[in-house]
């Protein structure tokens, strides 16, 4: 993962009736502040203070200059003082990129025994957010607001949160999805509009033969094969269960020729996300599963049978975790098996084969198996179980006029026993609210059976990315109950 170093402009509004006194103290304390946003360690990316915005003029110049700016990931709008909003129309109409009203003030506490009229003058945030934030909705612009002081490090954090959020809405229109293979036949859920993905999303959604990127497998040399296979046999626990050791070996060198051959596919083409189908090989000897494996622990999307709307949602969930500390993991996922013991309740995830090792929790291991479909000969794939704790599955779903993301908060558990002869990664988890709300809720949405899985981003992520696209987005939570849930997409039907 290779994240463009952004930075978030910080724009602070007032206006000069106040006197020069008032508008220096302004910059000073928005100075102040982002000096000490920066130190906090709390952010993901730098804050980058800006003079104090006081007329249509500066306005209009600093939004402008966020647009062009390369860097510049969104700007973070406070006001200070009271700033007259019809200043900020025309700059607002010419702003393009992701915006976010903090409603804060500098002071904590009101000066109770020094307050005077010249102070509640030089602090009215609370004067000032509601004239700002009327502009806003009454041009119907898209953005964040988020309200609390600015050294509550709980605050911080939402605005770190947000700002993931906005690096997912600029860099979305940069994810490119190189399909090696058509959708599986007759498989409804994982087609879709791939014009319309990119008007909304931004996503480029490519077309390859198989064989072109078979070429690039075959390619690969003996030397860099057996690299890579020795670290993989370096990096994981060999569990040959029974096979000859050298035939699988072989095997497992296939993977890794695989590995190299779609990365330098990808790199050289440009692509950040890919499909594959395991009824669409090629020149393949083997589904690629390890080789996927590996490419989505270093940042690529991947979607399964062809699915090139969940490539690029992977792909935009692992740019928005990008650099996290204490990340544990975003993945490709698919619903496979219920387990309807109460207090046990779950579903089991997995995939044949392409479940990215970043949600591993303890060793990984390499095993060599038949797949139970397709026509080659036995892929090689990392297993492991995965991480407890809350997470989120996502599915963006076509629904013929339009789009909808489906967001479902999910407890992530130990499967409840070992189970030695499924031979590929899995996961556990029960959605919220519980296992039968959840399901009923998930099916009345028309989610899909493959998911972007992450247990690093939150719903309010996720539904603001969803809003900035224009797309409707149904949470499935704690408190969902599927009366509300049905009036609900009622609804946004009419809306969408
Ligand atoms: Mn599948």
């Known amino acids: 993962m290779e994240n463009r170093a952004y930075k978030f402009w910080f724009a602070t509004g007032s206006q000069d009736l106040y006197g020069d006194e008032c ?53 973070i709008t406070w006001m ?115 014009v319309e993905a990119e008007i909304k999303f931004g996503w480029e959604v490519d077309a390859w033969p198989v064989n072109e990127a078979v070429d690039y497998v075959n390619a690969v040399s003996e030397a860099d094969i057996k690299a890579l296979t020795d670290e993989y046999y370096d990096t994981y626990d060999i569990l040959l269960e029974g096979r000859d050791e050298k035939e699988f070996r072989e095997h497992v060198a296939v993977q890794a020729q695989i590995e190299i051959g779609l990365r330098r596919f990808l790199e050289e083409k440009n692509y950040q996300a890919l499909v594959t189908h395991f009824g669409d090989l090629g020149g393949m000897k083997q589904l690629p599963g390890l080789a996927i494996q590996r490419l989505m622990q270093d940042g690529y999307g991947f979607g399964a049978e062809g699915d090139w709307k969940t490539a690029a949602m992977v792909r935009l969930m692992k740019i928005m975790t990008a650099g996290m500390k204490d990340a544990k993991g975003t993945s490709f996922m698919e619903d496979y098996t219920y387990n309807l013991i109460p207090g046990k309740d779950g579903i089991l995830q997995a995939h044949m084969l392409e479940v990215c090792p970043t ?47 489906i967001i479902n908060e999910v407890e992530c558990k130990k499967n409840d026993k070992p189970m030695p002869k499924l031979p590929v990664a899995t996961a556990f988890w029960t959605p919220k609210p519980d296992l039968k709300t959840g399901v009923e809720a998930w099916i009345y949405a028309g989610g899909a059976h493959h998911t972007a ?31 509300n849930l049905r009036n609900e997409m009622r609804w946004n039907s009419v809306v969408y």
């Open 80 to 194: 200070h003082t009271f700033s007259p909003a019809k200043s900020w129309i025309h700059g607002l109409l010419e702003f393009r990129k992701p915006l976010l009203h903090l409603a804060t003030q500098f002071n904590k506490e009101i000066p109770y025994d020094t307050i005077d009229m010249d102070f509640m003058n030089e602090n009215q945030s609370a004067h000032g957010d509601r004239e700002y934030g009327h502009i806003v909705s009454r041009m119907g612009i898209e953005r964040k607001v988020i309200m609390g002081h600015w050294a509550d490090e709980n605050l911080q954090k939402r605005m770190a949160s947000w700002m993931r959020t906005a690096v997912g809405i600029l860099e979305s229109s940069h994810i490119r999805v190189a399909r090696i293979a058509d959708n599986m036949r007759n498989v409804a859920v994982t087609e879709g509009d791939k």
């Open 359 to 405: 949600i591993a929790d303890g060793n990984i291991g390499i095993k060599v198996c038949p797949l139970s479909m397709g026509d080659r000969e036995d892929p090689a794939r990392l297993v492991f179980t995965s991480k407890t704790g809350p997470a989120i599955a996502t599915s963006l779903i076509d629904l013929g006029t339009r789009f909808r993301l």
């Open 453 to 483: 899985f992450s247990y690093d981003l939150t719903t309010e992520q996720m539904v603001d990315w969803a809003s900035a696209m224009g797309i409707e987005s149904v949470v499935i939570d704690a408190d969902t109950t599927i009366r």
């Open 23 to 75: 508008l220096a103290n302004v910059a000073a304390h928005s100075k102040q502040m982002v000096d000490e946003w920066n130190k906090s360690g709390n952010f993901p990316y730098e804050i980058v203070w800006k003079p104090t915005l006081i007329d249509d003029t500066s306005i209009r110049q600093t939004f402008n200059e966020a647009n062009a700016d390369r860097d510049c990931a969104g700007v």
